[in-house]
C-alpha cells in the first residue's frame, strides 16, 4: 500500500508510482463516488481528485500560515509524509506498515535527487520543471513516468535489500591485486585508446569504472576530471541496476546466457533520451527512430481503464545510446551541480558492467563550449536566486547586497547572451526578459529592487534554465552525425574489458556475494554477530555479507534467523541516524538478545583521532541523513573542520551487533580493534 | 499555606501545549456557513478569528480527506514548527499542538487525557453540545487545559504523572492512616472509591491514576473558586465543608472500579460475625510498598452472609436503571461490548504484556455482563433526570462479586447473585496475586475509545469533604447525597481521622531540598504514574535541558521498541543512560562526563560506567534498579 506523487501547486500531478494495493484501493474508491455506468478516468486523474484537497489545503496554509505539512498518521497506521521542493509537493504514502516516516522522506529526496541527475539545472526553474516531468504527448509522459517509475523501484529494491543502499555507502571488492590491475587497465589500456580514437566524436572519457552487481571492483578517474560524488555514484549505480538488474536468484550465468549478453543487457524497456527535429522548448517531443511498441506483459486480473493500458506500451531503448546525466563537477573556482554528462553503461556479463562517464562536447559550430554554457547558466542562477531571497527578506541592506550581485553578473550576462546570439542556440527570449528586467530593475520606471522585480527573478531564471535545457536536455542537431561514442568503439571496449576479466568473471560474481565473511572474524572476535564500517571522507563501507536468497547463504544461514538479522540491522541503522540527527554519535542499546553499538569519529590523515566535537541538532523534518539525496557527513565535516583549519578531517562510522550476553567491556574491546584495523590499507590481517 | 497552595497551581509561561481546538463540522455544512460557527473552543483565546477559521478549516478538510483515504481517522498531523495530535469522531474535530520536540506519544496521550477529563464532567461530547451552550463548555474546556498544563515542568511535557506528596518526608504511618481512612468509607455500599488529597498532591488512591488525576481537577477548582456546591444536592448541614457534583464514568472505568473485592457493611452497626475467613482486601493504592497484608488486622472482618443477606433486599428494593444522558435505545446492547476488548493504551504509550491476564480479565467480564444482562432494566430517563437521583447503577448489585471464572449465564438473577457472590472468596483468594497485579491490569483503564464510541456514560457523583488543606474525594452512587443515613455516616466516621490527619500534615515541613549531587535522574513508575526526579523543575533550566531532550528522545524509543532494555547516548558534552522495564523507565545522567577522547570506542569512556554509577546512586532515591 504504497505511493508516492508529485504535484504542483494546482494539484495537477506532474509524476506518480503507486503499487497494486494502492492503486486499487484508490480506484475503488473514486468508484464509489461515481456514477453508474461510467467508466473510470485515466488514474493520473484519480490520484489527483483524491489528493487535491491535501495539495490545496498545504499551499495555502504555506501562503497565510508560514508553516507547511510534512507529515500525517492514521489510527491504522497509515503515514502520509510531505515535502515542498520549490514549487512542486511531494507527497509519500505507505499503509502497509513496512514504511516509516523516515523511510518515505527518504524516498521523497531520493526521488528529487534522481530527477536532478537526469534533468539537471531545469530543476531550477519550476514552470520548466513541470512541463519536463508532464509533457503534453500522453505517449511520452507515460514513457517518462515508466521509466522514474522503474527507477523508484529500482531503487527501493535496493534499499531495501542491499547494505550499501542502507548507508549509502559504496562498497568495493576487496583483492588488492586484481583491483589495482584492473584500475591500471582502465587507465592506460581503455580510457587511453578510447580518448584517442577518431570515433569518439569528441566525447572525452572522464571516469570509468566496473560494476559487480553494487560494488565496486575498479574505478578510475582522468586526472582532469573532478571527483565523482559519492551521491552520483550511488545514484549511477541505480540507474545501471535499473537498466541491467542483478536477477540474485540466477547469480551463477549458465551458458546460454552468455550469448545474449553481447551488446544490449537484458529486458531493457526504458526511453531513449529524446531527441527532437525542432528546438522550441514546449512543443512534444517524438523519438527518432520509430520502433514499433512493444507490449509489457500486463496481468488480466488487474483492472484498468482504457488508456491506462496503453501507457504501458514502451519502445525499446537504442542501446548504443548514452544516458544524459547531471553531476555535481568541482572546480578550482567552486562546485558546480548538474554539469552535464554522458553515461554509458555497457554490459558485460549478467551483474557485470562497464561504466563510461564522458564530457558533454559543445556544439560542432557554437564558439562556445558546452562546459562554459553549463557553469555560466549555473553563476547566473545563483545570482538570481540569491538576489530572489534578499529580495523576500526585506529592504535595506539585503535588497543593496542584491544590487551588487547584480551589478556583478550584468556585464557577464550581456557578453553571454551576445554570445547566444551567435550560436545555434534559440536566445530570442533570453534576450527579451533580460532587457525587461533591465528596465524594472534600472530604470527610474521601474519597481527597483523591490519585491516586485521577484516575477522577473523567476521568469530570468527560466529563461536561463531554457537555454541550459536546450543544449543538454535536447539532442538538437543532425542526427546522422550523434555526438558519442560510436557503437563500434563502445563494442570494442566491452571486448577490451571482457577479455581482460574472462578469467575471473566467475570468481567476482562470488565475491559480490562474500565480499568479507564472517567467518573470518569469529575467531578473534567472539560473539560478534554483524557490523558495518564506513568511511565517510570516501563514500566506502565495509561489512560481512548479509544476503538472505535462496541460494546463498551466509554465516547466518537462510530462514528465520537470518532474516531476523537482517530486520535488526536495518532497523538499528534507521535508529542510529535519528539519534545522530539529535547530536548523539555514540548509541549502545541492549535490545531483545542483543547488543548494539554505534560510533562516529573523525581522524585525520595519518591516523591520529582527534577530540569529539559537537555534532549540530536538526530539526525532525530535515533532510535525511546520508550520502545520496544530500551529503550530511560533507557538510558535517566542514563544521567539524572550522576549529581544525589547515588539516584534513575523515570521519568514520562503526556499527556493531554482539549476542547480548558478552560483557560490555568486550564487546567495546572488540569495537575499538574493528575500528583501529579495518582500514589498514592495502594487506588487511583480518581477511 | 494558601499561598503556597497557589503558587504550586499557577500555570507557568511555558505550558505543555501551544494550540488547542475543538471544531464542529455539523456546523459547517454549506458553502456561505462561516468557519467561526463550528469552533467551540480555541485556545490561545487571544489568537486572531482569521488564524483560528484557517487552522480549522484546514485542519478538517485535510483531516477528512486523509481519512477517507486511508479509511481510518487521522491521528497526528505535523508542520514544521508544532505537531498535533488529532481525534475525529462523528463531525468533531480535536486538535491539540505542542512543539516540535515534544515526544508524539505525549501529545496524544495529552489530547486523550483532555477528551478523557471533559467526559468525566460532562459525559457525552455530543449530548453536552445539546444541552449546553458553546460558551459554558468553552470555559470547562479552558479549565481542563489550564489544569493539564498547571505546574508543567519540562519532564511533564514527557510523562504525563500524578502529582503524589513527597513520600520520603512523609511518615508511613500517616499514609496508612490515610489508606485506612478509605477504606472505611468504602464500606458503605455506595461508596465506589476515592482518594485524599493534601495541597493537590495524591495521599492515598484507591483509584487508578487516569482517574484520580480527574478527580483532582475538581479539587483544584473548588480550591481556587472557595467553597462552591456544585450539584443537585447540597448539604448545609456540614458546614459548607462538603461539596459534590456529578461525574460520568464509562464501563470500563465503573468494571474496573467494582472489580475490587471490597468488603460491605450495609451499615455501620452490622456486627460482623467470623463465620468466614477474612477476605484479602485490597488495599488502596499508597506511595509505600507495604503490601495489602498488613492492614488486615485493623478490619472488621465481615463474613459473607450478612453480605448476601444484605445485598439480596438491596437488590430488589434497586430501581435498577442506568442513568445516561443519552436518550438512545442501545443500551442493551451497550451492557455486552463485544468481547473483543479494545485494547486501549496503557499510560505513555505502552501496552500489556500480560496476555494471560488479558483473557482473564474477558472471562470475568464476560460473566458481569451476562449478569448484568438479566438483572438489569434500562430506562432512559427525561432531561430532568439526567443526573439520575433515583437511579441506580444495575451492577452496583454485582460490586465485590466479580470474580466468576466459570462465566455462566443464568435465567435467575438471584441465584447467579448467589453463586457469583459465592464464587467470590475462592475466586478472589485464588487470583489475587496481590496489589501489583490488579493495579497492573491495562485493560480496565478507560481509553478515550470508550469515551468516543457510543458506550454510555454511567453518572456518579464526586462527594468532597474538605478539611482545609486535605481533601477526602469519593466516587459515590448519585443517590448517595440523598440517603441522609450513609451521608452521616461517611462523614462523621472520617472526620476525625481527617483532622488529624491534615494536622499531621500540614505540619510537616517540605524538607530540605537535597544537594543537587553530581548526577540528574528522572524515574517513571508506570503503574502509579509517579515521577521521582532530582530536578529543579524550573523551565528552561540550562543544564537540565541536554538532559531532558535526552529523555525525550529515549522515551519515544522505548515507547516504540518493546524489545529494548537500556540504552546509553552520547553526546560530546553529556551522556545519558535509559533502562526500562514493564513497571518503570529511568534515565539518568553524570555531570562532567565529557568525552575526552574523539568518540571511538573506548570501554574507559565514562559513558559506559553509567549503568553501574546509576544502580549506585538511585538506590538513595528508592529506585532499584537491580
Known amino acids: 500500500m504504497k505511493c508516492l ?263 531493457s524497456f526504458y526511453t531513449p533520451e529524446p531527441s527532437p527535429t525542432d528546438r522550441d522548448s514546449s512543443d512534444s517531443e517524438k523519438p527518432v527512430r520509430g520502433s514499433t511498441p512493444v507490449f509489457e506483459f500486463v496481468d488480466p486480473d488487474v483492472q484498468m481503464a482504457e488508456d491506462s493500458l496503453q501507457t504501458l506500451e514502451v519502445s525499446p531503448p537504442d542501446p548504443s545510446a548514452p544516458r544524459r546525466v547531471f553531476l555535481e563537477v568541482s572546480l578550482k573556482d567552486g562546485l558546480y551541480p548538474m554539469m552535464p554528462h554522458s553515461m554509458y553503461c555497457l554490459p558485460l556479463w549478467p551483474g557485470i558492467s562497464l561504466v563510461l562517464l564522458t564530457k558533454v562536447r559543445g556544439r560542432q559550430h557554437s564558439n562556445i563550449s558546452t562546459s562554459a554554457v553549463a557553469m555560466s ?74 519585491r516586485d522585480l521577484i516575477p522577473w527573478c523567476k521568469k530570468m531564471k527560466t529563461q536561463l534554465c531554457g537555454v541550459y535545457r536546450q543544449c543538454f536536455l535536447t539532442d538538437s542537431g543532425s542526427s546522422d552525425s550523434p555526438r558519442r561514442l560510436s557503437p563500434a568503439l563502445q563494442e570494442r571496449a566491452q571486448t577490451m574489458v571482457q577479455d581482460k576479466l574472462l578469467d575471473w568473471k566467475d570468481f567476482l560474481l562470488v565475491k559480490s556475494k562474500r565480499n568479507i565473511t564472517m567467518v573470518s572474524y569469529l575467531e578473534d572476535f567472539p560473539g560478534l554477530v554483524h557490523f ?53 554519535s555514540t548509541v549502545t542499546l541492549r535490545d531483545g538478545d542483543f547488543y548494539f553499538c554505534y560510533f562516529l569519529w573523525f581522524e585525520n590523515e595519518t591516523g591520529y583521532k582527534l577530540e569529539a566535537g559537537d555534532i549540530p541538532v536538526l530539526p525532525d523534518d530535515s533532510a535525511p541523513i546520508g550520502m545520496l539525496a544530500w551529503d550530511y557527513y560533507k557538510k558535517l565535516l566542514r563544521y567539524y573542520s572550522k576549529n581544525h583549519q589547515g588539516e584534513a578531517v575523515k570521519c568514520y562510522e562503526l556499527l556493531t551487533i554482539h549476542l547480548g550476553v558478552i560483557p560490555t567491556d568486550i564487546i567495546l574491546q572488540h569495537c575499538r580493534q574493528l575500528a583501529t584495523k579495518l582500514w589498514e590499507p592495502s594487506r588487511n590481517p583480518l581477511l | 499555606m494558601h499561598d503556597k497552595l497557589m503558587a504550586e497551581l499557577m500555570p507557568p509561561d511555558s ?30 483565546e487571544e489568537t486572531p478569528l482569521d488564524r483560528q477559521e484557517l487552522l480549522c478549516s484546514q485542519f478538517a478538510g485535510v483531516g477528512r480527506c486523509v481519512s477517507e483515504l486511508s479509511s481510518s481517522p487521522v491521528r497526528t498531523l505535523r508542520l514544521r514548527h508544532n ?89 508511613p504511618l500517616l499514609l496508612l492512616k490515610a489508606a485506612l481512612i478509605l477504606q472505611a468509607c468504602q464500606r458503605c455500599p455506595l461508596v465506589l472509591a476515592g482518594c485524599i488529597l493534601f495541597r493537590g498532591r495524591v495521599v492515598s488512591t484507591q483509584m487508578s491514576p487516569e482517574l484520580t488525576m480527574k478527580v483532582m481537577v475538581h479539587e483544584s477548582e473548588t480550591y481556587t473558586k472557595g467553597q462552591r456546591i456544585n450539584g443537585p444536592s447540597t448539604s448545609s448541614s456540614f458546614d459548607g465543608a462538603v461539596s459534590s457534583t456529578t461525574v460520568f464514568l464509562t464501563m470500563s472505568e465503573l468494571q474496573y472500579l467494582q472489580a475490587a473485592p471490597v468488603d460491605k457493611d450495609f451499615s455501620s452497626h452490622s456486627t460482623p460475625s467470623k463465620n468466614a475467613p477474612p477476605k484479602k482486601t485490597r488495599l488502596s493504592r499508597t506511595l509505600s510498598d507495604t503490601p495489602s497484608t498488613e492492614s488486615e488486622p485493623s478490619y472488621p472482618s465481615s463474613s459473607q452472609s450478612p ?7 438491596h437488590l430488589s428494593e434497586s430501581d435498577t436503571s442506568v442513568s445516561s444522558p443519552t436518550p438512545s435505545q442501545s443500551t442493551a446492547d451497550s451492557l455486552n461490548p463485544s468481547p473483543q476488548w479494545l485494547r486501549p493504551p496503557l499510560s505513555n504509550g505502552k501496552h500489556s504484556h500480560e496476555a494471560e491476564e488479558e483473557a482473564l480479565d474477558q472471562s470475568y467480564y464476560h460473566s458481569f455482563h451476562n449478569n448484568g444482562d438479566g438483572g438489569s432494566q434500562i430506562h432512559s430517563e427525561g432531561d430532568s433526570s439526567v443526573f439520575g437521583e433515583n437511579s441506580h447503577l444495575n451492577g452496583d448489585a454485582a460490586c465485590g462479586t466479580v470474580f466468576d471464572f466459570r462465566g455462566t449465564d443464568s435465567e435467575n438473577e438471584r441465584s447467579h447473585e448467589d453463586k457469583m457472590v459465592a464464587g467470590d472468596s475462592r475466586g478472589c483468594c485464588g487470583t489475587d496475586q496481590g496489589p501489583k497485579a490488579e493495579m497492573k491490569d491495562p485493560s480496565h483503564l478507560p481509553s478515550v475509545f470508550d469515551n468516543l464510541e457510543e458506550s454510555p456514560f454511567i453518572g456518579m457523583t464526586l462527594y468532597m469533604h474538605r478539611v482545609k488543606g486535605l481533601v477526602l474525594a469519593l466516587l459515590v452512587e448519585p443517590h448517595f447525597l440523598s440517603d441522609a443515613a450513609s451521608m452521616e455516616e461517611v462523614y462523621h466516621s472520617s472526620l476525625a481521622s481527617l483532622n488529624g490527619l491534615e494536622a499531621h500534615l500540614r505540619t510537616i515541613s517540605p524538607g530540605a531540598p537535597g544537594a543537587p549531587g553530581p548526577y540528574m ?106
Open chain 1, 5 to 267: 506523487l508529485i504535484a504542483s501547486e494546482s494539484a495537477e500531478v506532474l509524476f506518480h508510482w503507486t503499487d497494486l494495493e494502492f492503486q486499487q484501493n484508490i480506484q475503488e474508491q473514486y468508484g464509489a463516488s461515481q456514477e453508474e455506468g461510467q467508466g473510470l478516468p485515466a488514474f493520473e486523474d484519480m490520484i489527483s481528485t483524491q489528493f487535491a484537497p491535501i495539495i490545496i489545503s498545504s499551499s495555502t496554509l504555506v501562503d497565510r500560515q508560514g508553516d507547511s505539512y510534512t507529515s500525517f498518521t492514521t489510527e491504522s497506521n497509515h503515514v502520509y509524509v510531505l515535502h515542498q521542493f520549490d514549487e512542486c509537493l511531494y507527497i509519500a504514502v505507505n499503509g502497509d506498515g513496512e514504511e516509516k516516516e523516515d523511510d518515505l522522506r527518504r524516498k521523497i529526496y531520493v526521488m528529487k535527487k534522481m530527477i536532478e541527475v537526469l534533468f539537471g539545472m531545469v530543476t531550477l526553474s519550476g514552470a520548466l520543471l513541470k512541463r519536463e516531468l508532464r509533457p503534453q504527448d500522453t505517449e511520452q509522459r507515460a514513457r517518462l513516468w515508466k521509466h522514474l517509475q522503474s527507477l523508484l523501484e529500482t531503487y527501493s529494491h535496493l534499499r531495501e535489500n542491499d547494505q550499501s543502499f542502507l548507508v549509502e555507502a559504496v562498497e568495493r571488492l576487496i583483492h588488492p591485486t586484481l583491483c589495482e590491475q584492473c584500475i591500471e587497465f582502465l587507465e592506460r589500456r581503455l580510457v587511453q585508446q578510447l580518448n584517442s580514437s577518431v570515433e569518439r566524436a569528441g566525447e572525452e572519457v572522464l571516469h570509468a569504472f566496473i560494476l559487480v552487481h553494487t560494488k565496486l571492483l575498479a574505478f578510475y578517474s582522468s586526472r582532469n576530471a573532478s571527483t565523482l560524488t559519492t551521491s552520483d555514484l550511488l545514484a549511477l549505480i541505480i540507474m545501471a541496476q535499473n537498466m541491467y538488474p542483478s536477477n540474485v536468484d540466477l547469480d551463477d550465468p549458465s551458458p546460454e546466457d552468455v550469448e545474449s549478453t553481447s551488446g544490449s543487457g537484458p529486458e
Open chain 1, 377 to 450: 547558466v549555473y553563476k547566473f542562477l545563483e545570482a538570481f536566486a540569491k538576489l530572489e531571497k534578499r529580495l523576500n527578506e526585506g529592504q535595506g541592506s539585503a535588497a543593496a547586497r542584491g544590487q551588487l550581485t547584480i551589478h556583478d553578473v550584468r556585464g557577464k550576462l550581456d557578453r553571454f547572451i551576445k554570445a547566444l546570439g551567435q550560436s545555434e542556440i534559440q536566445s530570442a527570449h533570453l534576450q527579451q526578459v533580460w532587457t525587461d528586467f533591465k528596465n524594472q530593475a534600472f530604470t527610474k520606471s521601474g519597481s527597483g529592487f523591490t
Open chain 1, 532 to 584: 558495518i564500517c564506513v568511511d565517510r571522507s570516501t563514500g566506502q563501507m565495509i561489512a560481512p555479507s548479509l544476503s538472505i536468497t535462496e541460494r546463498t547463504t551466509s554465516e547466518l544461514g537462510k530462514g528465520p534467523v537470518a532474516q531476523y538479522i537482517k530486520s535488526k540491522v536495518w532497523a538499528m541503522v534507521n535508529t542510529t541516524r535519528r539519534y545522530l540527527q539529535k547530536g548523539y
Open chain 2, 15 to 44: 505550558g505543555r501545549c501551544n494550540y488547542f481546538f475543538l471544531y464542529d463540522g455539523s456546523k459547517v455544512t454549506g458553502e456561505g456557513d462561516p468557519t467561526r460557527e463550528g469552533i467551540c473552543y480555541f485556545y490561545p
Open chain 2, 83 to 171: 505537531k498535533f495530535a488529532i481525534r475525529m469522531k462523528d463531525d468533531f474535530l480535536w486538535a491539540l499542538g505542542c512543539s516540535v520536540e515534544v515526544p508524539t506519544v505525549s501529545v496524544c496521550e495529552l489530547l486523550d487525557q483532555l477528551i478523557n477529563l471533559f467526559c468525566f464532567y460532562n459525559g457525552s461530547v455530543r449530548q453536552s453540545y445539546q444541552l449546553n451552550s458553546q460558551e459554558t463548555l468553552a470555559a470547562r474546556w479552558a479549565r481542563y487545559l489550564s489544569y493539564l498544563q498547571s505546574g508543567s515542568s519540562e519532564m511533564c511535557h514527557i510523562f504525563s504523572c500524578l502529582k503524589t506528596i513527597d513520600s520520603t518526608n512523609v511518615d
Open chain 2, 307 to 313: 453480605q448476601k443477606a444484605s445485598l439480596s433486599p
Open chain 2, 521 to 626: 535522574f528522572a524515574h517513571f513508575d508506570c503503574i502509579q504514574s509517579t515521577l521521582t526526579t532530582n530536578l529543579s523543575g524550573r523551565p528552561g533550566g540550562a543544564p537540565e535541558h541536554p538532559f531532558v531532550r535526552a529523555t525525550s528522545l529515549l522515551h519515544s524509543h522505548f515507547c516504540n521498541t518493546e524489545t529494548l532494555q537500556e540504552a546509553i547516548i552520547r553526546s560530546a558534552s553529556a551522556a545519558v543512560y535509559g533502562t526500562r522495564s514493564v513497571a518503570q523507565e529511568t534515565y539518568f545522567q553524570q555531570h562532567g562526563g565529557s568525552l575526552r577522547n574523539s568518540g571511538i570506542p573506548n570501554h574507559q569512556d565514562s559513558a559506559f560506567s553509567l549503568p553501574s554509577k546509576a544502580r549506585h546512586r538511585l538506590l538513595k532515591h528508592g529506585v532499584n534498579l537491580l
